[in-house]
């Protein structure tokens, strides 16, 4: 179904059809905002109190933009304005991959969470804003323009920061780290 279509359903009144929405949205944006809190519990509410948020708010979304973008937008801001008025403490804790996908064979887990345990580290080198735009192009695959508009930056700075920060990392993997796969790419 039109994700439009879907939204205006729900604006009509069909509360049925904002499940569409949660299921299209809610392990993407359960994994950006667990790696923004590095706490599986808050992350599993503030995912629940972004969808309420955005229920509430979907009459303010105007179509000229992607949906996609504003309900990051949303969900990114709601995360930092709790993560500032509560003073969470972050955790440098690890998660593994069973939290983020569903379990499959006990070696394919084992690859994939030593994987994201490499690239959680080489993420925690990067300062927050090029870690999140990095976030927001790979895990959630919006576009340039569409992080542009989510984190009120230039077109070139998005480009810039996610350059450098891919160079960042490859530079640490080339130091010594042992996480091939991001030396390979460009």
Avoid at 62 to 89: M, P
Avoid at 119 to 136: A, C, F, G, V
């Amino acid at each position: 179904m039109d994700e439009q279509a879907v939204i205006q359903d729900v604006l009509a009144g069909n509360k049925q059809a904002y499940t569409h929405i949660i299921e299209q949205y809610k392990n993407p944006l359960y994994a950006t905002i667990l790696r923004m809190t590095r706490q599986p519990h808050l992350a599993q509410d503030l995912v629940q109190e972004v969808f309420f948020k955005v229920y509430e708010q979907l009459g303010k979304y105007e179509a000229t933009g992607s949906f996609k973008s504003w309900l990051y937008r949303v969900a990114i801001n709601h995360c930092l304005d709790e993560l500032r008025k509560k003073q969470y403490k972050i955790q440098n804790e690890q998660f593994t991959e069973e939290q983020l996908i569903e379990a499959e064979h006990p070696e394919i887990i084992y690859l994939k969470r030593e994987k994201e345990r490499q690239l959680e580290q080489l993420l925690s080198t990067l300062p927050e804003q090029e870690r999140m735009i990095l976030l927001l192009r790979y895990s959630n695959e919006l576009s340039y323009e569409e992080i542009s508009e989510l984190l009120h930056i230039s077109l070139s700075d998005v480009r810039n920061k996610l350059h450098r920060s891919k160079k960042k990392m490859r530079d640490e993997v080339r130091k010594g780290g042992d996480y091939d796969e991001l030396s390979k790419r460009g």
